[in-house]
Nanobody, 123 residues
Framework: QEQLVESGGGLVQAGGSLRLSCAAS????????MGWFRQAPGKEREFVAV????????YYADVVKGRFTISRDDAKNTVYLQMNSLKPEDTAIYYC????????????????WGQGTQVTVSS
């Protein structure tokens, strides 16, 4: 069973950057497609990005395309989300998720979740 732990969140000014990490353990990381989602206060959890098993296919939400980059390092069992040109509307709790099927854009489809990491972007 895959266990996921996110890190790297924090407070940053608009226009700044953060890199989130999601470390996986307990399963066969290389088998899983990995997704990033986020949830702002009072809003539903929304898709941010997803990467397939090999790292060769990636999809992004339109609102982050060109600013965020998802990547994975199978040797470290870790998936990353590099976030550049951050905006106040990017403020949310960011979650990573894992599933055997690619691509999933709905959070309801993912079997494994991390606990989340807070990202706050000040204006």
């Amino acid at each position: 069973q895959e266990q996921l732990v996110e890190s790297g969140g924090g407070l940053v000014q608009a226009g700044g950057s953060l890199r989130l990490s999601c470390a996986a353990s307990g399963g066969n990381f290389m088998r899983y497609a990995m997704g990033w989602f986020r949830q702002a206060p009072g809003k539903e959890r929304e898709f941010v990005a997803v990467i397939n098993w090999s790292g060769g296919r990636k999809y992004y939400a339109d609102v982050v395309k060109g600013r965020f980059t998802i990547s994975r390092d199978d040797a470290k069992n870790t998936v990353y989300l590099q976030m550049n040109s951050l905006k106040p509307e990017d403020t949310a709790i960011y979650y990573c998720a894992a599933d055997l099927v690619f691509p999933y854009y709905s959070p309801d489809e993912y079997h494994y979740w991390g606990q989340g990491t807070q990202v706050t972007v000040s204006s």
